[in-house]
């Protein structure tokens, strides 16, 4: 009886996990992206080309014009869907913090490393790492970085291993990394290597017409959440 009943457990988790995984992957179509006007019908025509295979995106476009949905996006459309999508926000780190994030660390690292940890490029192998504001990396980091983007390898931190890892890496930032590069403040080499695919997001007022159908997503997400029965705005 005890393993019956782990097997239905089990067999409910797996059905659980695959509808949540299908409601994800539902939520992130194409069709399901607010914006109908010609420079999103350009967007989703460069996902679409970009998304079956493993180049590595650079994603550009001004805060809030929705890089990671786009992200996800190319992701839940790619061969790599049902494998995990993993975001590091590169602002929210310090230099040590983002490396230890990145690439994990060994106990007794540095102080307060008082177990192992494991890195994201670990933790997103066969999958997506999404790094988002990818402008904010040190130029130490940026050297680690284009190694892992090359030898497909990562060293934790303090520990003298390489760890081996195949993830598809998907960059954002609202900067001009290729100024950023003219200032010497950005590596030449690794900009090439992240930007193999670009995709630029266009700001709301470059697409006016799409302003429209935003608001009333935004009021029937709204309705449904607070349950009052808004139709329209006035």
């Not at 509808?19 to 994800?24: A, D, G, Q």
């Not at 080309?49 to 786009?70: F, H, Q, R």
């Not at 980091?141 to 998907?170: D, W, Y």
């Not at 950023?180 to 690794?190: I, Q």
């Amino acid at each position: 009886l005890h393993v019956v009943q782990r097997a239905l457990e089990r067999r409910q988790l797996l059905q659980e996990n695959r509808n949540l995984k299908s409601e994800v992957s539902a939520k992130y179509r194409f069709d399901n992206i607010i914006g109908a006007s010609p420079a999103m019908q350009a967007v989703y025509a460069l996902i679409a080309k970009c998304a079956p295979t493993n180049s590595t995106v650079l994603i550009t476009g001004e805060s809030g014009t929705g890089k990671e949905m786009m992200a996800r996006a190319i992701h839940y459309n790619s061969l790599r869907k049902d494998q995990p999508f993993v975001t590091v926000d590169c602002n929210t780190l310090s230099e040590n913090l983002l490396e230890s994030e990145l690439f994990g660390h060994i106990k007794g690292a540095f102080t307060g490393a008082v177990a192992n940890k494991r890195g994201m490029f670990e933790v997103a192998n066969n999958g997506t790492l999404f790094l988002d504001e990818f402008g904010n990396i040190s130029l130490s980091t940026q050297a680690k970085l284009l190694r892992v983007i090359q030898e497909h390898e990562f060293r934790p931190v303090g520990s003298t291993a390489n760890q081996r890892t195949s993830v598809r890496l998907l960059t954002a930032t609202n900067k001009d990394l290729k100024a950023m590069v003219a200032a010497g403040t950005f590596r030449e080499d690794l900009y090439y290597r992240i930007n193999v695919f670009p995709i630029h997001v266009p700001a709301l007022k470059e697409r006016r017409e799409d302003i429209a159908a935003l608001a009333f997503h935004f009021l029937r997400t709204f309705s449904d959440e607070l349950e009052k029965p808004v139709s329209e705005i006035s």
